[in-house]
């Protein structure tokens, strides 16, 4: 059994190019609430897969770093940019199978359409900074395919309502 971490990154500013977007207060919150979650259910990914988006790229340093020493791997994807769920595939497929837990970090629809087809789920939404689980049924990453995994867990970002 295999097991992955489908993170959506987390919220950005506005007003940059598209890839330069870093996090904002909101992302980093939204990071803190899902990272507290998932430590408190003992969740260790061996390794973190992200797109080269500034957006993606800090998500999945706040994700390390709210691990400490648990996850020490980051290997950043340029072609997870905005990626379709074939190219998805094809970066998950090529994994090392001694890897048995990886964490995507990735971008909507990209991430909608990979949960949708190996879950056989219908997405509507993923909130920014979300997580989804997913079980894959499967010893080897090249396995990987329409629904070979069966989903888990969905944590969404717990904020409190600071309006007033």
Do not use: C
């Amino acid at each position: 059994m295999k097991r992955l971490y489908i993170v959506r990154n987390a919220h950005a500013a506005i007003g940059a190019l598209d890839r330069e977007r870093a996090l904002d207060e909101q992302g980093v919150k939204e990071l803190e609430s899902v990272g507290a979650q998932m430590v408190a259910a003992g969740m260790r990914p061996n390794v973190i897969l992200t797109s080269g988006a500034r957006r993606s790229m800090e998500t999945a340093k706040h994700i390390r770093e709210i691990f400490g020493l648990l996850v020490n791997v980051i290997d950043i994807r340029e072609e997870l940019y905005n990626a379709d769920l074939q190219k998805i595939l094809d970066i998950l497929q090529s994994l090392p199978d001694e890897k048995n837990s990886v964490m995507l970090i990735a971008h909507n629809q990209g991430v909608m359409d990979l949960l949708g087809s190996i879950t056989n789920s219908e997405y509507k939404e993923i909130p920014n900074g979300s997580l989804v689980v997913v079980e894959l049924r499967l010893r080897h990453w090249k396995d990987i395919n329409l629904n070979t995994g069966r989903e888990l867990l969905f944590l969404k970002p717990q904020l409190e309502n600071t309006a007033s």
